[in-house]
């Protein structure tokens, strides 16, 4: 079964550029969506299609996808960005999620 | 403005069936590009995808759950989506959200972009 591999935890101080990777084999061929989840909140779609922001979601908030490895990039962190990101593909019409990364603003 | 919110019973015993129903507004599941998902989060773990129902009732489920355990049905004119998971045990502990799916046909982009506010269910005798 396909696999998408985040690290578990990324730490950023305020106003640095926060990176968040997730890894699967050939993932640059599909396209990554992101989500991100504060505690006890639902999941909040933060990007899709390796790189389109939905209405409202900061510009602070980047993505790509290429080879093996997508990539969330947050610039200037805020404390407000301390969540559990999770990124997701399709493998052929299956959907996976990653394991979760979570961002520490200190 | 499209809202989702996932009903049924908190506590399930062991070898019980969960039955789960997603009451939605603001979109209809019999217009094209829509479908609803159902993914799962035990407590403190990763989201699980588990299952997906598609405007036209194409179905889709996770291959990592037992073979047949789910089925997810949909009833357009209630606005509502079930899914029922079989042989419920305690690692099936988990909050069931459902969240609305939007899918492009032309690129095959898809993505869960409208998220109910989940249900905790915890199986326990």
């Known amino acids: 079964s396909y696999e998408l591999t985040q690290p578990p935890s990324v730490s950023v101080s305020p106003g640095q550029t926060a990176i968040i990777t997730c890894s699967g084999d050939?993932?640059?061929?599909?396209?990554v969506c992101w989500y991100q989840q504060k505690p006890g909140q639902s999941p909040l779609l933060i990007m899709y299609?390796?790189?389109k922001r939905p209405s409202g979601i900061p510009e602070r908030f980047s993505g790509s996808n290429s080879g093996n490895t997508a990539t969330l990039t947050i610039s200037g962190t805020q404390p407000m960005d301390e969540a559990e990101y999770y990124c997701?593909?399709?493998?052929?019409?299956?959907?996976?999620f990653g394991g979760g990364s979570k961002l520490t603003v200190l | 403005q499209i809202t989702l919110k996932e009903s049924g019973p908190t506590l399930v015993k062991p070898t019980q069936t969960l039955t789960l129903t997603c009451t939605f507004s603001?979109?209809?599941?019999?217009?094209?590009?829509?479908?609803v998902g159902w993914i799962r989060q035990p407590p403190g773990k990763a989201l699980e995808w588990l299952a997906l129902?598609?405007?036209?009732?194409?179905?889709?489920y996770s291959p990592s759950l037992q073979t047949s355990r789910l089925t997810i049905t949909k009833d357009t004119s209630k606005n509502q989506v079930v899914l029922t998971m079989t042989h419920m045990d305690p690692v099936d502990t988990a909050t069931y959200y459902c969240?609305?799916?939007?899918?492009?046909?032309?690129?095959?982009?898809?993505?869960?972009?409208?998220w109910g506010q989940g249900t905790l269910v915890t199986v326990s005798s």
């Open positions: 969240a609305h799916l939007t899918f492009n046909s032309r690129d095959y982009i898809q993505y869960f972009d409208y």
């Open positions: 299609q390796n790189r």
């Open positions: 997701q593909a399709w493998d052929s019409t299956i959907v996976v």
């Open positions: 129902i598609y405007w036209d009732d194409d179905k889709r």
């Open positions: 603001g979109f209809s599941l019999s217009t094209s590009g829509v479908g």
């Open positions: 050939k993932l640059g061929e599909k396209y």
